[in-house]
T-cell receptor
Framework: KQEVTQIPAALSVPEGENLVLNCSFT??????LQWFRQDPGKGLTSLLL?????REQTSGRLNASLDKSSGRSTLYIAASQPGDSATYLC??????????????FGDGTTLTVKP | EAQVTQNPRYLITVTGKKLTVTCSQN?????MSWYRQDPGLGLRQIYY???????DKGDVPEGYKVSRKEKRNFPLILESPSPNQTSLYFC?????????????FGPGTRLTVT
């Protein structure tokens, strides 16, 4: 069974700092990995999706990398801002015969960016 | 506006009283899924549907039912709700499944079962 772990569980940084969030998964037979942002009491907003054949994706100040063989992904946030404060979740999805359509989420990293 | 909608957004009910949470998407997505989110347990998949009339169990399907009679709708049915189903529920959809396309999430339904 796929397990997804996110470290650290919480992170507090001063504004302007660059930071890295980590996501690891136990079953490397994934089809894609997606990073989400969740604000308190809100739904999930997609940030980046990396297909299993890709190594990284970039959107603005965000860069996500994927090393499928080692079961790891990182989300790099450059020049952090107070508006980046939220919980960041990673999720892996499968498309093989037995698990097609299944998604597994990590517990998230709660980020606080202090002005 | 492309979106996933859920109704109701908040619901307080009593044990055993059947309820349905609706989910609708206007993006012509084939894939739809239900999740529950609980403190300390994260987001867990309940059921998903790859297309009309095709549904499959996720990791925590016990106590839930779903149906997919139309592409746009994927209701979640609790035939006899119990307090352990108190949770925050999310519906999501994706084009051609999660393989190539990102999942879009609804705003969530906060359910309390007393």
């Amino acid at each position: 069974k796929q397990e997804v772990t996110q470290i650290p569980a919480a992170l507090s940084v001063p504004e302007g700092e660059n930071l890295v969030l980590n996501c690891s998964f136990t079953d490397s037979a994934i089809y894609n990995l997606q990073w989400f942002r969740q604000d308190p009491g809100k739904g999930l907003t997609s940030l980046l999706l990396i297909q299993s054949s890709q190594r990284e994706q970039t959107s603005g100040r965000l860069n996500a990398s994927l090393d499928k063989s080692s079961g790891r992904s990182t989300l790099y946030i450059a020049a952090s801002q107070p508006g980046d404060s939220a919980t960041y979740l990673c999720a892996v999805s499968h498309w093989d015969n037995t698990n097609a359509g299944k998604s597994t989420f990590g517990d998230g990293t709660t980020l606080t960016v202090k002005p | 506006e492309a979106q996933v909608t859920q109704n109701p957004r908040y619901l307080i009910t009593v044990t055993g009283k059947k309820l349905t949470v609706t989910c609708s998407q206007n993006m012509n997505h084939e894939y739809m899924s239900w999740y529950r989110q609980d403190p300390g347990l994260g987001l867990r998949q309940i059921y998903y549907s790859m297309n009309v009339e095709v549904t499959d169990k996720g990791d925590v399907p016990e106590g839930y039912k779903v149906s997919r009679k139309e592409k746009r709708n994927f209701p979640l049915i609790l035939e006899s709700p119990s307090p352990n189903q108190t949770s925050l529920y999310f519906c999501a959809s994706s084009l051609f499944g999660t393989a190539y396309y990102e999942q879009y999430f609804g705003p969530g339904t906060r359910l309390t079962v007393t």
